[in-house]
């Protein structure tokens, strides 16, 4: 019926939206990663930091261990640069960055990219790396954006269902009023 495919093109439209939210915030958070790292690198005095932050926002796009071994790549890197200062200092910058990306920065970015809550973003993570690994942390979000939006849609479109039948029972006791006077 026409009512019922206004709200499934309703419903694909706005998913689509999410999942290219989704992409462009994933994006920007690893932006957001080899920006501050390019300034850690460069404080620390790390040769060819352009490069290894590069490496670190490329690497951050992969959900769950993605941060982790683009830390660990520079953090081998700063072993030959200036060994004890540097490493202990990417180290703990590394830590602490992914402690603020995790659990602010992507919940935040994601969840208006999505329009889904932080905490649905977090959750969705957690559930979506724990129960498939990295493939389910990737799609987590995706994925907990189309629920929400289905949940949405369907009970938009019940209540419009109600309204349309209870008009139609109204226009029906009229009806039967009229032709029974």
Request: proline fraction near 4%; aromatic fraction near 8%.
């Amino acid at each position: 019926p026409e009512e019922r495919a206004r709200a499934l093109n309703r419903l694909f439209d706005r998913t689509g939206s999410a999942v290219g939210g989704y992409v462009r915030g994933a994006l920007l958070q690893a932006a957001i990663a080899g920006v501050t790292s390019w300034i850690v690198l460069e404080i620390i005095g790390v040769p060819y930091p352009v490069a290894l932050a590069l490496v670190v926002a490329l690497l951050d796009l992969v959900p769950l261990v993605g941060a982790t071994l683009g830390a660990v790549v520079v953090g081998v890197v700063t072993l030959f640069a200036d060994f004890p200062t540097a490493t202990i200092v990417w180290t703990i910058w590394s830590v602490v960055y992914q402690q603020i990306e995790n659990t602010v920065i992507q919940p935040r970015i994601q969840s208006r990219a999505v329009q889904v809550e932080p905490f649905v973003v977090l959750v969705a993570v957690l559930f979506g790396s724990t129960l498939f690994g990295v493939f389910g942390a990737l799609l987590a979000i995706p994925a907990a954006a189309t629920i929400q939006i289905a949940i949405y849609e369907y009970t938009h479109y019940r209540r419009s269902r109600l309204e349309v039948d209870r008009d139609e029972e109204a226009v029906d006791k009229a009806r039967s009023r009229v032709a029974g006077t």
